[in-house]
């Protein structure tokens, strides 16, 4: 009886495996809608606005990604979101001007621009299609367009099922 001995072709391919929630910002997310204080979803009174902002305990927010939008059609002043993040600064990790779907896209986007993608160079790179984290789509389009410059090929998927996203000529 001959041991048969298990090669790993994936292992020799020389194919590098990209999996995006490794790069996954950790830290609780939040949302400040500024819709809650406003007066029939269209009108804010500077001074229950200025009330708003003094009784909020911003410590709540404290090594958060806070997110600040408002979820109506409605003329927010300039200086409303400016007092929002001028409260929430001391305390959160990140504000964001923007919804909850458009931080996480920031915040991917902020990692990717960090990432050294010189390791790649010339290499044959998968980038990972399952998570178990919340990868956002935006994350796959930064991604692949930082490593267009650098890589000799991006597959998209799992190396024994990939997609051709990008071959160099």
Request: charged share 25%; hydrophobic share 45%; net charge negative.
């Amino acid at each position: 009886m001959s041991e048969e001995t298990i090669i790993n072709k994936v292992e020799q391919s020389g194919l590098i495996t990209i999996n995006l929630e490794d790069f996954y910002p950790e830290g609780q997310r939040k949302v400040i809608d500024i819709r809650e204080q406003l007066i029939e979803d269209v009108l804010l009174r500077e001074k229950s606005f200025r009330e708003y902002i003094a009784s909020t305990d911003w410590s709540q927010y404290q090594d958060c990604f806070v997110a600040v939008y408002c979820s109506v059609d409605a003329v927010i002043p300039h200086w409303a979101y400016m007092l929002v993040a001028t409260a929430l600064q001391p305390f959160a990790k990140m504000v964001y001007f923007g919804n909850a779907e458009e931080l996480e896209n920031k915040l991917f986007e902020q990692v990717i621009d960090a990432m050294n993608v010189h390791t790649y160079q010339d290499a044959r790179v998968i980038i990972k299609g399952c998570s178990d984290k919340p990868v956002p789509a935006a994350a796959y389009f930064y991604l692949a367009a930082k490593l267009r410059p650098v890589a000799k090929s991006i597959m998209f998927g799992e190396p024994c099922s990939t997609v051709p996203v990008f071959k160099k000529k």
